[in-house]
């Protein structure tokens, strides 16, 4: 964990409040496989990491709540029987969000100060938010002795995204960091809510990210867009979500969608096999499938369900050219963030040079590489 991050939201905390805080890591998180299947009900295959969002909080004993983003230097105030959500965009509807979302199941949360910093990159599909938001309602279910179970908080987290973000999230972000495991990636059925851990031991191979630095404007509503072009085909076919829908099934209905939606939804049914294929690969430790799996993930993310840009696409294309490579794919909602690579451990260093200036040249601007360990889920910290 990052140490210099913990001193720093410690300090900032006793500066404005001053008081001693109960400090919360909530971290971020990685996905192997399983994009954009959470919210039809499938699988997925995160990981926590160790950057993320560090949060300190105290009870408050005036009549309002404080919440500071000790990076960007902001603070507001607010009422608890008054919230709302506020601008688009902003980093308040993420706390306001799990406030109100913690009153909606008639819990009491009484005046309170936060303060917060994180390290997880913005924009990188690392999942910032639901870090975010779990460090809030882990953090408020603590200090309020909220009677919250870790499951009954990664809803209300999801909810908060819902309802005051706007996006429509599956359950995905908020299960990875709220329960991830050190050195484990979950198999997550996003139906039951119950996961499988996998302990990650790549042998010669290891995972980087590598960031495109870029986000797109519209991946908010190009996400809620997949999502309810899914729920839609799913009700064309009588099924409760396309985790239930076979190839078959969709090919019965295909003269009734667009080319268009009809690919996005048999990317996801395809996407949903290659999870759980995936998973199998694991157990056989079977890297060159996973690999595979992965490359085919990326395809199918980028000319199936259209969720990619050129400059993943960039970074997936040279992946592939490596040969020490076995998969590589973007990460997360998409137009932008990272790739997850699966790379040969000697090759590493080589390649980051390579990557780095061939980015460069062609998109005039730079990219960032990182390793990451696998980290254990929301917790408290000293
Ligand atoms: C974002 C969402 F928040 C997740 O729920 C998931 O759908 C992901 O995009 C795509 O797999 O991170």
New binding site residues.
């Given amino acids: 964990m990052n140490t210099a991050l913990i001193s720093k939201v410690k300090e900032s905390f006793i500066n404005k409040f001053s008081t001693n805080p109960l400090m919360i890591f909530s971290p971020g998180r990685i996905?192997i496989i399983g994009?954009?299947?959470?919210?039809n009900d499938g699988f997925?295959f995160p990981a926590a990491v160790n950057k993320g969002i560090i949060a300190a909080f105290n009870k408050s004993e005036t009549q309002k709540s404080t919440a500071y983003a000790i990076d960007m230097d902001e603070s507001i105030e607010f009422e608890l029987d008054k919230l709302k959500p506020s601008s688009e965009g902003s980093w308040e509807n993420y706390v306001l969000g799990v406030v109100a979302e913690i009153q909606n199941r008639n819990k009491v949360v009484g005046n309170f100060n936060i303060a917060f910093s994180g390290d997880i990159p913005a924009g990188s599909?690392m999942?910032s938010s639901?870090a975010l938001e779990n460090s809030v309602v882990f953090g408020l279910n603590e200090l309020f002795d909220l009677g919250l179970s870790k499951h009954d908080m990664i809803l209300i987290s999801q909810k908060a995204e819902h309802n005051y973000v706007g996006?429509k999230?599956?359950?995905?972000?908020q299960y990875a960091s709220m329960f991830g495991i050190e050195n484990n990636a979950l198999l997550l059925d996003c139906r039951t809510i119950k996961s499988k851990p996998f302990i990650i031991d790549f042998k010669n191979h290891e995972l980087i990210l590598i960031n495109t630095n870029v986000k797109h404007s519209l991946s908010d509503s190009a996400?809620n867009d997949r999502r309810s072009v899914c729920e839609s085909i799913a009700s064309l076919l009588n099924v409760k979500a396309l985790r239930d829908a076979t190839e078959y099934d969709l090919e019965t209905i295909k003269d009734q969608v667009t080319p268009e939606n009809y690919q996005k939804a048999l990317y996801v049914i395809q996407e949903n096999n290659r999870a759980i294929q995936a998973s199998k690969a694991m157990e056989l430790g079977d890297l060159k499938t996973l690999g595979e799996l992965i490359y085919a993930s990326h395809d199918g993310l980028q000319n199936q369900y259209k969720v990619s840009c050129v400059e993943l696409d960039f970074l997936v294309t040279q992946a592939k050219l490596n040969g020490h490579i076995l998969g590589a794919r973007m990460m997360?909602?998409g137009f932008g963030g990272c790739t997850i690579n699966l790379i040969e451990k000697t090759e590493t260093e080589s390649f980051k040079t390579f990557i780095s200036e061939a980015y460069e040249k062609t998109f005039n601007t730079t990219c960032s590489i990182y390793s990451v360990e696998l980290s254990q889920g929301t917790h408290i910290i000293n």
Avoid: Q
């Fill in positions: 996905n994009e954009h299947t959470d919210y997925v599909g999942s639901a996006v999230c599956g359950i995905m972000d996400y997360g909602g």
